[in-house]
């Protein structure tokens, strides 16, 4: 039972070992994968029903999480064979064509040690996962690595234990590939889904690869030592993306119901400020009329403004302020402005309340929201400074009805470059071509046709860009999955 690729390696499921994987692996070499891959038990590694990325292609049988391809197949998914001449294709006779629209990413093919194999029950954002799934259905996958315009490592990055699937990955692709060595590891891209982003990952494991662009959740270009945040992101070569949220999250929010959908109806904002959730570290009620309003415990959480948003405003009158709201999706989608602010590390609340069109207060000194600075979140809510929390009330008060309605209208635009629509389903309606996987690789174009340009300058310097982000048409292409290139070796 095993698969081999073109360049000469053939892997084994996780329990088989040997040139061709007849031989049964013994307890130590088995215990030592599982644990590797984080499976609590050697049963639970070897019996678990995990399923497999693309289901296969439907070239090969699932096998726990990897795909025992059929001959002639091979690859993570076996959408890879060799066409005459002995190169790679992707999908050969479907008809699968590499879109026209840029950038195409070509896909590193690595052992299952460093893939297939892990224990994904186990893992609580899987948004690497997804993603490599839709670039072979968006059509953005090459089978050709010299004609890619990026390079996508598709390994685990969630924990700091994962450091070594990308020590691991960088030293195979470097000595198996040429495209690392010609770039210097540029144009090559890892998602890390971490509460503190690539600062979880190891600085060793970083060394190795300081020219990769990391996707990551968190934006923080500055260190926070009242919180224990060292800089994380570098605006000139990272990207912030959002939060993977999966239709069951959709449910337990409300989102469904959202009032950014035309057909939905829509609720009169009567709370002019909101928020529901938790405002010390340590998890205690905070207290009223008093400073400090929590505990010791965790002082530096939310890197203090929930802390000091309710110390300030939690009485005013149209202010919203609590540890919990039983109808949270409702509240959302009748109020005006709701606070987004960071937790441990990174939030999703400004993803959730721009779902429901309730602009977002993003107050978080030099951390970065996602797909910021190519995109400016003042268009569509409010960025006060820390400092300002204080007038909170003052600055909201300011916002004119004129300039609330503005901003209203471009947040229906926005949300959708925030939901994976194209992988989850639309929310509001949309046909998922300005998602959030959409949009991510709409920036990485940018990025790599502009490489010295600064990040807060593509949409002067690129209309299709700006076009894009505005949710319109780009002059410069065909709608997305509407026009391919001609040669279908992709």
Same mark, same amino acid.
């Given at each position: 039972?095993?698969t ?8 084994c499921?996780?329990n088989r070992t ?8 013994d307890?130590?070499?088995?215990t030592?994968r599982c644990?590797r891959?984080?499976y ?10 995990l399923s497999?990325?693309?289901n @296969? ?15 002639g197949?091979?690859?993570a ?6 066409d ?5 294709e992707?999908l050969a ?5 590499t879109?026209?629209?840029?950038? $195409?990413?070509?896909v590193?093919e690595?052992?299952p ?10 893992l ?5 996962i ?6 072979l259905?968006?059509g953005a996958?090459i089978?050709d ?19 070594r ?5 960088v030293?195979?692709?470097?000595a198996?590939y040429?495209w690392?060595?010609r ?5 090559h891209?890892v998602?890390h889904?971490?509460?503190?982003g ?10 190795q690869?300081?020219?990769?662009? $990391?996707l990551?959740?968190?934006?923080l270009t500055m ?15 990272d ?10 999250h959709?449910?337990h929010?409300g ?5 950014l959908h ?7 904002r ?7 959730g938790?405002?010390?570290g ?8 008093s400073?400090?309003n929590c ?7 939310s890197a203090?403004? &929930?802390?000091l948003?309710?110390h300030h ?7 919203k302020?609590?540890l919990?709201e039983?109808?949270y999706?409702a509240a ?5 402005? @709701? ?6 590390g990174h939030?999703q609340?400004?993803i959730?309340?721009?779902?429901m069109?309730?602009l ?11 797909f ?6 003042t268009?569509?809510?409010? &960025?006060p400074?820390e ?6 009330h003052?600055?909201?008060?300011s916002?004119?009805a004129?300039?609330?309605?503005a901003k209203? &209208?471009?947040l229906r635009?926005?949300a959708?470059?925030?939901?994976y629509s194209s ?8 046909d998922?071509?300005y998602?959030?996987f959409?949009?991510t690789?709409?920036v ?13 300058t ?5 209309e ?9 048409d780009?002059p ?9 290139v001609?040669e279908?070796?992709?």
């Open positions: 039972m095993t081999c690729t073109y360049e000469h390696r053939c892997d499921p996780k040997g040139d061709d994987c007849v031989d049964i692996a307890t130590d070499t088995l030592s644990r891959n984080y609590p038990s050697v049963k639970e590694c070897t019996t678990s029903e497999c990325l693309n @296969c292609n439907k070239r090969g049988t699932c096998v726990s999480g990897w795909c025992h391809c059929k001959p197949f091979f690859g998914d076996c959408s890879l064979s060799l005459a001449e002995g190169k790679p992707l006779g479907t008809g699968y064509a879109r026209a629209k840029r950038p $195409w990413v070509y590193y690595l052992p040690d460093l893939t297939t194999w892990t224990n994904t029950k186990r609580d954002r899987s948004t690497h997804h993603f490599y799934q839709r670039l259905g968006s996958r089978a690595g010299d004609k890619a315009d990026w390079y996508y490592i598709p390994i685990r990055q969630r924990m700091t234990a994962d450091s699937f990308l020590s691991e990955a030293a195979y692709i470097s198996t040429p690392w060595n770039t210097g590891g540029s144009r891209f998602i889904t971490g509460d503190l690539a600062d979880e990952t190891q600085l060793g494991a970083r060394l690869a300081p020219n990769i662009t $990391w990551t959740h968190w934006g260190d926070k030592v009242f919180s224990g945040w060292k800089k994380a992101h570098r605006p000139d070569k990207v912030v993306i959002p939060v993977f949220l999966t239709p069951g959709f449910k929010f989102l469904e119901r959202t009032p035309p057909l939905m109806d829509k609720q009169e009567t709370t002019t400020f909101f928020f529901a938790r405002i010390c340590d998890r205690k009620p905070p207290k009223t009329g400073w400090p505990g010791p415990r965790s002082p530096g959480y203090g403004v &929930r802390q948003v309710h405003h939690w009485d005013p009158p149209g202010f302020v609590v919990h039983p109808n999706g959302l989608g009748s109020s005006k402005f @709701c606070l987004a602010p960071l937790g441990g939030g609340r400004q959730i309340v721009s779902f069109g309730c977002p207060v993003c107050i978080a000194d030099d951390v970065y929201e996602p910021e600075p190519q995109y400016n979140w268009q569509f809510g409010v &960025r400074a400092s300002d929390i204080p007038e909170l003052t600055i909201l008060e916002v004119s004129k300039e609330y309605a209203q &209208r471009a635009c926005a959708q470059h925030f939901v992988i989850v389903g639309g929310l509001f309606g949309e998922g071509r998602d959030a959409e949009t690789l709409e990485l174009r940018v990025k790599a046709e502009h490489p010295d340009a600064a990040p807060e593509y949409r002067q310097i690129d299709d860009f700006d076009a894009f982000m505005d949710c319109r780009p410069s292409f065909s709608r997305i999955n509407c026009s391919t001609g279908s070796t992709g």
